[in-house]
């Protein structure tokens, strides 16, 4: 199984200022990697995926993040956030069940990015 | 239509009551999940239905049972819950592997 670590529960931080938000996950080989976001009472939302190929992906709003494999990471990143981007940010990692014809997803503890006027 | 619909939308009962929370996609995903969700904490996966069969039960306690009547719809029964049980509950749909998530809005539980 995979494991998902965002070391950073909350992230403050003021309007327009740039921000990066951190995720590790465990080795393994034929990784997919999503970030998502969830505004209070609402579902999550897709911010960004990373397949295969080029290992900077952009998102909506703004965000992109890259894809390390040596560093096992997949940091995302907004060079300059809005009041509205406050919200929790949860890194999610997939891999193949073997024999399966669905992901299993693991989630990250999540990230709550504060941005302050 | 890219969505996933729940309803409701928010849910009371009692702990003796039956209830029942729903989804629906019609974006012509055969895997459809569950997730419950605890105020500031990441989702947890509860079941994993594929081409309406249960493939995955993440050990639930039977007062939860899910049902897939068709390829679109999927429900989760409640019955004899706990407070407990309170929290958000999400569905979720995925196209094949590896492609990702679509969460519904949520049904948000309180149990009485």
């Known amino acids: 199984a995979q494991s998902v670590t965002q070391l950073d529960s909350q992230v403050p931080v003021f309007e327009e200022a740039p921000v990066e938000l951190r995720c590790n996950y465990s080795s393994s080989v034929s990784v997919y990697l999503f970030w998502y976001v969830q505004y209070p009472n609402q579902g999550l939302q897709l911010l960004l995926k990373?397949?295969?190929?080029?290992?900077l992906v952009k998102g909506i709003n703004g965000f992109e993040a890259e894809f390390n494999k040596s560093q096992t990471s997949f940091h995302l990143r907004k060079p300059s956030v809005h009041i509205s981007d406050t919200a929790e940010y949860f890194c999610?990692?997939?891999?193949?069940?073997?024999?399966?014809?669905?992901?299993?997803?693991?989630f990250g503890s999540g990230t709550k990015l504060n941005v302050k006027p | 239509d890219t969505e996933v619909t729940q309803t409701p939308k928010h849910l009371v009962m009692g702990m003796t009551n039956k209830k029942s929370l729903k989804c629906e996609q019609h974006?012509?995903?055969?895997?459809m999940y569950w997730y419950k969700q605890k105020a500031k904490k990441p989702p947890e996966l509860m079941f994993v239905?594929?081409?309406?069969?249960?493939?995955i039960n993440e050990s639930v306690p039977s007062r939860f049972s899910p049902e897939c009547p068709n390829s679109s719809l999927l429900n989760l029964h409640l019955h004899a819950l706990q407070p407990e049980d309170s929290a958000l509950y999400l569905c979720a749909s995925s196209p094949p592997i590896p492609g990702e998530l679509f969460f519904g809005e949520g049904s948000r539980l309180t149990v009485l």
């Open positions: 999610a990692v997939s891999d193949k069940l073997g024999g399966n014809n669905f992901n299993k997803f693991y």
């Open positions: 239905y594929s081409y309406e069969k249960l493939s």
């Open positions: 974006m012509g995903h055969r895997a």
């Open positions: 990373y397949l295969s190929g080029s290992t």
